[in-house]
């Protein structure tokens, strides 16, 4: 799942635009985001900003975080790497 504080209709935007298909949960309250550690001051060009910092928690079947990557600095390769690293808890 992904979760954004973006709302539901920008969500659905997103997914057909994209084709995506994986569930994406609207957080425009911040809760879940803050709870991660994944609403943070970001830095940019020397300005101060709220923001969401892209992180990846993994999540076992009893509800245990079993992985995560906060500040995950470039989308590229890091599907493979997370998925790597369930195989290694599956077995």
Partial sequence: MGVSKDSMQSHRKFIEQ??????????????????????????????????????TVLIDPEGKIAGAWPKVSKAAGHAFDVLEALRKKVG
């Fill in 18 to 55: 994209r084709d995506i298909r994986i569930t994406l949960l609207s957080d425009e309250e911040k809760k879940v985001l803050e709870a991660y550690g994944a609403w943070q001051i970001k830095k940019m060009y020397g300005k101060e900003s709220w923001g969401v910092v892209r992180s």
